[in-house]
């Protein structure tokens, strides 16, 4: 189990400073998903807060296993539809970069916030 955050900063069009979150997990029990994405949104909260006016995406790489995966995007939809202090998720570019640690194939997947 391995946890990473850090962020990236671009410019849009060449003027329009902007942000991205990244937060890579690597986890293969189901169980300990939970806790780890519940770091990650406090630590995605914190990081929107400080970067307000350039936030704009925010990237999960998972390396798990499919059911840890699909726990993902269910955690990834709830956090969309949620509203309090995680409002601001709908203005960010969502994305899951999931790679299945049984066979290695890699798959993206964009969550349209707006």
């Known amino acids: 189990m391995e946890t990473r955050f850090f962020e990236e900063k671009y410019f849009q069009w060449l ?3 902007r ?3 990244i937060c890579e997990i690597t986890v293969t029990d189901a169980g300990s998903f939970g806790m780890i994405f519940s770091t990650a949104t406090t630590r995605l909260r914190e990081w929107f807060e400080k ?5 704009s995406e925010f990237e999960l790489r998972l390396s798990a ?5 699909e726990r993902a995007q269910s955690a990834m939809c709830a956090l969309l539809e949620s509203g309090g202090g995680y409002h601001f998720v709908k203005k960010l570019k969502l994305t899951i970069v999931f790679q299945n640690v049984e066979n290695g194939a890699v ?8």
Do not use: K, M
Not at 65 to 69: A, C, G, K, S, Y
């Open 51 to 55: 970067n307000q006016g350039s936030a």
């Open 65 to 69: 296993t499919p059911l840890v995966f």
């Open 107 to 114: 798959e993206y997947y964009v969550c349209d916030g707006a």
């Open 15 to 17: 003027i329009f400073p």
């Open 19 to 21: 942000s991205r979150f």
